[in-house]
């Protein structure tokens, strides 16, 4: 009875706490995932780059090769595809939710933060870019 009455309190509040979050502007949001997808770009980008360093490393080697057959061995295994399967579940589940804590966020940070911090967030992010274009570029 005390669990019951304590989980609803807990969704209650809950409830009551994102009921007044304010939505985010239009802009914000685009900003964000514009600023999201070239973030991405550059972790795949920086990805296909190490990948491609270490195959010739691989190839050669005979731990290169135990760790292709381990690979191989593991895709081809019943419980790692059952586990992939259950993984991609939840992340289509919880993709949602996800979304909408993130509109949240970014509906908290326009309303509250943004007319304090957001010229200088702003000016970081630009900062940073040419740096991030050496290090992690989003082309080859």
Known sequence: MKLTFALILALQVSVCVWAEVPDPDKELVEKY???KAVFLKRLVNAWENLKQALQPLAEGSPTGDQAKEIIEELRKSPRVESAMKILGALVSELDP???????GLLG??????RPYVGEHLDKAITNIKPVLDTVLPTEN
């Open 33 to 35: 995932e514009g600023l």
């Open 97 to 103: 939710i996800v979304d909408k804590g993130r509109m």
């Open 108 to 113: 908290v940070y326009g309303h509250y933060l």
